[in-house]
């Protein structure tokens, strides 16, 4: 009984958007335990860290927010990279001094034009409502309170601090780092970039045992802990012309006008927004060939989306898979059985 008032009052002196944030990732490694059993990592130990982070240590939310006395401050891409990361700090010990900044949102996807302004952000959140089944109930409001806590926690920084960006081949997270990169480009800190995907696989792939991660959150906290290990014997920090140069690919990017990024040959590169429609017609297909009569079977699309997510080369989210198969469903390539409030709820087939 008493860890259930634990968890109650917990969730009672959280906010609207922090709540729907923790059920998006509740719901998210849920998802990779059902649908992605062959995952390199363990999703449990993200809700193990999701639950040891909010039960009993409300009075401390503001832990890793930056401090006059912390030496390294970690930028990350991500609530569940971010999530590893608090973790592999608490278990190594370096809670303290090392402080965490998180960049939620995924570039990736939507426009992202004009965002430090609040008209940019309007838009941004306004074309996430309207194609989004989770974005629905998303307000304004939310989506600026949690700007202003990102810009309030870089202000933060102290100058001593040195600050790590870390990034892999995700798209998600080259755009993130780049974003960061225009958010820091004023700072006086020493800045570097480090690639913890790269690092493990160094340290631990063998010949016969290869593991190559998509993103940084698949890493485990255990894993993790080496790549930190790394990071004070990383190379010089970013030069000046360095860090603008990265800023000012993001302001580039940002002014391309599209709704769709990918990773491809070590650039971010702006693609439409069909892009992977005809990938995933291709897996709805190997789920669910034609018959003998040339008829097909519904699928639910949940299925058919972890099924594209688990073999899809570049980062991607499902809510993004989801709204591309509505969108087909609308131009009346696939049929569907059921109500389309979240993907669980319907089936799809070919037309």
């Known amino acids: 009984m008493n860890d259930f008032m634990d968890i109650k009052n917990t969730v009672d002196q959280l906010s609207n958007e922090t709540v729907r944030s923790y059920l998006r990732f509740v719901l998210s490694q849920i998802r990779h335990m059902k649908e992605q059993r062959n995952s390199p990592y363990d999703p449990a130990h ?13 009075d401390k939310s503001n832990i890793w927010d930056p401090s006059q006395g912390c030496t390294h401050v970690h930028i990350v891409i991500g609530d569940s990279f971010a999530g590893s990361m608090r973790r592999a700090l608490t278990e190594l010990g370096m809670a303290e001094t090392h402080k965490l900044v998180v960049i939620t949102d995924n570039y990736a996807i939507g426009p992202i034009a004009n965002l430090d302004a609040p008209d940019g952000r309007k838009a941004r959140c306004e074309w996430f409502q309207l194609n989004f089944t989770d974005a629905v109930e998303l307000t304004f409001e939310e989506v600026e309170e949690e700007y202003l806590q990102t810009q309030t ?18 798209v998600r997270e080259q755009a993130g780092m780049r974003y960061a990169m225009h958010l820091l480009r004023h700072l006086p800190n020493p800045i570097h970039i480090c690639d913890a995907c790269a690092i493990c696989e160094e ?23 080496q790549a930190l290990a790394r990071v004070d014997g990383a190379a010089r920090p970013l030069a000046a012309a360095d860090i603008a140069q990265l800023a000012e690919e993001w302001q580039a990017i940002s002014k391309q006008g599209g709704f769709l990024r990918i990773w ?36 639910k699309s949940a299925r058919l989306i972890g099924q594209a997510l688990g073999n899809c080369e570049q980062d991607m989210d499902h809510s993004f898979f989801e709204y591309r198969v509505r969108e087909l469903i609308y131009q009346g390539v696939l049929e569907i059985r059921g109500v389309p409030a979240a993907m669980r709820y319907y089936s799809v087939r070919r037309r």
């Not at 926690?153 to 990034?167: N, S």
Request: without cysteine; proline residues 8%.
């Open 46 to 58: 993200q809700l193990i860290e999701l639950h040891d982070q909010l039960v009993g240590h409300m």
């Open 153 to 170: 926690k870089l202000k933060l920084v102290p100058e001593q601090a040195r600050i790590i960006v870390w990034t892999s081949r995700s």
């Open 203 to 225: 340290l631990y792939n063998r010949p016969d045992a290869r593991i190559e991660y998509l993103r940084s959150g698949e890493i485990p906290p255990s894993k993790l802990q």
């Open 264 to 299: 491809r040959n070590g650039a971010i590169e702006e693609v439409p927004v069909d892009y992977f429609d005809s990938y995933l017609l291709k897996t709805l297909d190997e789920l669910s060939p034609p018959s003998k009569s040339g008829t097909y079977e519904f699928i």
